[in-house]
């Protein structure tokens, strides 16, 4: 299991090597949800999502053995880049397994970054079975969100909110969460202590129906989502009994949704966000969670979208 | 005149109304200029600019009477916003000047906060003298940059820059300020205590002329740029006085430069910069100055940018 005290540990490791991200404010988003809403940009987190968090937490647990026989991670690309990037800055060999229908801009950043990238078929092979291969010499694999020391580094990310809103003498009644398998919903749960709402795209709602079916729901299909981040098949044991027990619940929004919420960031938050980092502040603007009266933090998870994707979600 | 005490009072003023932004790093940044750069991102304040700084602070040291009659102002976009948004919080009519070419994001977004906008030729109209004509009824003229509470309001960025340096126990060596008439350079310059480099678009080096021959340089001709928040024709005698006082120097970068600018924090920094925003930027990536080896701090002034203008920067 992971708590809260592996989450005040894990802002030990992180001190010094993530960004503290700002809790921001903005006079567009509060009319638009009619309450009042402080906005979590992990986009400005090292390698432009909260992923580095995670990575660097349980690549900076290993030992010297550990860290010499490298390390494994399978990715849509922002666990890539996160995994990439500590592994380059503790001096440790990675190998990143990565879906061939990534966005270039990730797999680029992933490679920049001096790791191996293994690309596989997104719906056809199993990335769980490539990586398993790949660590036989004895790597450690590093998982997206099934390891408690991940959890416990995506959760440095609610620590701070919860540092923040108690210096400004703030109480929010609830936190909206992007959710891919649920390691930064579940990392915030435990660190910032608020209510969580996850937030899916349409056609990835295993956290959601886990969550209200109290069991863990796989989903059978895995669509096209422009939510690249967080086309998940299910979430895991670690995730769904933080989030279960910290009574969570999920919500779903279309892609037109992601891609509006992503145009409202450009034009009122200047904030470059990617469709899968916008479905909790869509969620937030759409209404699907009633913010009205409320106080609220919406996470903004990643940033890492290519221009023309980008283009696209401003002129829809 | 203004000094350090004012910028402390206009920091007092704007406590809970403007944002107080983070000081931002970036690892490709700082590898793309050799040095460690500390990033101001004043595109996350009100209204997506510095200007509301300014602007808060002049409406907020009018008497009633004054507030009453209303306040006149001319911009090419970003004052206008930042004053549009200080009459209607402190419930004063604002009629603004606006050039009939700028961005119609800035044109809409000032008129959405209740000003009347008054629309002039930006090449062959004098705005001063259409701003004098409007405020024959009493109404207070704020001017972009020629006013001691403007440059207080704008030097309080430039105050939490050294608070936060401080803080963290950093000396930096030098500030990049993104420059029209030198309103928020010449705050900043206070604020920080920094030693300034403005950075102006090509064609628009009135400020760097003006500091380089030891008097004020008035521009004869205006040329297109997409830098439109920094078509200034000349400085005023405040901004010089303490621009020439603090020793501070000036630099030009292209439109070129600057749209690789606004590209590189839309990849790197996941923030949306407008070209005018981006010219200190562009300064330090360029080595326009030069930043090897040394500590900088770099101002992003503003965000207000068409998703259209913002697409072509991309794909540059």
Redesign the interface.
């Known amino acids: 299991m992971v708590s809260i005290c592996d989450v005040k540990a894990a802002a030990g490791r992180l001190k010094g090597h993530a ?1 503290r ?2 809790l ?2 903005s ?1 567009a988003l509060d009319a638009a949800c009619g309450g009042r809403v402080w906005l979590k ?1 992990e ?2 987190q ?1 390698t ?1 999502s909260f992923k580095f968090r995670g990575a660097y937490n349980r690549l900076s647990a290993l030992d010297s053995d550990a860290r010499a026989r490298g390390v494994v991670a399978f990715s849509s690309g922002n666990h890539a880049q996160g995994v990439a990037r500590a592994a380059k800055l503790l001096a440790t060999p990675a190998t990143i397994v990565m879906p061939a229908d990534a966005p270039a ?1 990730k797999i680029a950043a992933t490679r920049a970054d001096g790791a191996t990238v293994v690309l596989y078929d997104r719906y056809t092979e199993s990335r769980e079975a490539i990586a398993a291969r790949l660590a036989e010499g004895g790597a450690t694999i590093v998982p997206p969100f099934d390891d408690p020391f991940i959890v416990a580094g995506q959760g440095t990310a609610g620590l701070e909110v919860a540092e923040d809103l108690a210096a400004m003498g703030v109480t929010a009644d609830v936190a909206l969460v992007c959710c891919g398998g649920g390691g930064l919903a579940s990392g915030f749960a435990l660190g910032s202590g608020l209510p969580v709402v996850t937030v899916e795209p349409a056609g990835y709602d295993d956290v959601a129906r886990s969550l209200a079916e109290k069991h863990i729901v796989a989903l059978e299909t895995l669509p096209p989502t422009i939510c690249d981040a967080l086309q998940t098949r299910s979430m895991s044991p670690l995730t769904y009994s933080v989030l279960s027990g910290a009574q969570a619940r999920g919500v779903v929004v279309t892609d037109a949704e992601a891609a509006s919420a992503v ?1 409202f960031a ?8 990617e469709p899968g980092g916008a479905v909790a502040l869509a969620a937030a603007l759409t209404g699907r969670v009633d913010l009205a009266g409320r106080t609220a933090v919406v996470v903004v998870s990643g ?1 890492n979208v290519e ?1 023309e994707v ?2 696209r979600c ?2 829809a």
Do not use: E, I, S
């Open positions: 960004v991200t700002p921001l404010r006079d940009p986009c400005l090292v432009g801009v145009a450009f034009r009122h938050l200047k904030l470059v966000v940033g221009a980008f283009a401003l002129a």
